[in-house]
């Protein structure tokens, strides 16, 4: 009886550590997105003065190489046994969310002061595919929400 308590006290604080996880991807996955609208605002010359391609594409950097340390502390976060292929497949789809959000700031073209919308639209609409694969993976866990 008292080995099962330890092992529901694991599961709670590995569910509390998922729903840390989900809660700053769900953070990058709004600035990666209000990145989205403001190179939109750009190219439609509907921007405030001070933005441009140029400083969102460092930002966007900046922030694709926090995510790459998210996710790096994601693979080194202990799991239970339980939930090792869960967290595999997370970690997994947070990595082709990742490739998907390079993929997107590389449309942006600042030195011409451009943005190939197709590879941005393309990329964006994976991220939803890829935002719906994790949450099919989420479903069913008690006490973790995305």
């Given amino acids: 009886m008292r080995e099962k308590m330890?092992?529901?006290r694991f599961e709670k604080e590995y569910?509390?550590?998922l729903n840390k996880?989900?809660?700053r991807f769900t953070m990058f996955d709004d600035v990666f997105g209000e990145y989205k609208r403001t190179v939109q605002k750009i190219t439609r010359g509907r921007?405030?003065?001070?933005e441009n391609l140029k400083d969102l594409a460092g930002y966007w950097h900046q922030n694709c190489e926090q995510f790459h340390l998210f996710l790096e502390r994601i693979g080194t976060t202990p799991a239970p046994a339980e939930f090792m292929k869960l967290h595999r497949t997370l970690l997994a789809e947070m990595r082709n969310y990742y490739n998907e959000v390079c993929t997107a700031q590389q449309a942006i073209n600042w030195m011409q002061?451009?943005?190939c919308q197709t590879t941005l639209q393309?990329?964006?609409s994976?991220?939803?595919e890829v935002k719906e694969r994790i949450d099919e993976t989420l479903e069913g866990i008690n006490g973790?929400?995305?």
């Fill in 21 to 23: 996880i989900l809660a």
């Fill in 47 to 50: 921007c405030l003065a001070s």
């Fill in 144 to 146: 973790v929400a995305m």
């Fill in 113 to 115: 002061n451009s943005c």
């Fill in 6 to 8: 330890k092992e529901t």
């Fill in 122 to 124: 393309s990329a964006f």
């Fill in 126 to 128: 994976e991220l939803t």
């Fill in 15 to 17: 569910a509390l550590t």
